[in-house]
Nanobody, 115 residues
């Protein structure tokens, strides 16, 4: 049973940084595609960043230049480095990954940015 386990969320002041991790367990196959999404209270889930198997990245407009998506194939783990955090970045962050042509979602991790 493949599971995505997220970690790294928490409370940070505006201007600070956090790094989220998304570890894939229960599979010997590597992550093919990974994405990070977020959902703030009362809002729809939105794209934060994606990373394709060929290295192509895509970022939401509000995080361009501040967030960086990456993955470590040896650890089968994806990351989201978040710098220059703003109060409007406060949300539950979810990772999503494609492994062997199947999609999976993590349970979400809370990120709160105080002003």
């Amino acid at each position: 049973q493949v599971q995505l386990v997220e970690s790294g969320g928490g409370l940070v002041q505006a201007g600070g940084s956090l790094r989220l991790s998304c570890a894939a367990s229960g599979s010997t196959f590597r992550i093919y595609f990974i994405g990070w999404y977020r959902q703030a209270p009362g809002k729809q889930r939105e794209l934060v960043a994606t990373l394709s198997s060929d290295g192509t990245t895509n970022y939401g407009d509000s995080v361009k230049g501040r967030f960086t998506i990456s993955k470590d194939d040896a650890k089968n783990t994806g990351y989201l480095q978040m710098n220059s955090l703003r109060p409007e970045d406060t949300a539950v962050y979810y990772c999503s990954a494609v492994i062997r042509a199947r999609g999976y979602w993590g349970q979400g991790t809370q990120v709160t940015v105080s002003s």
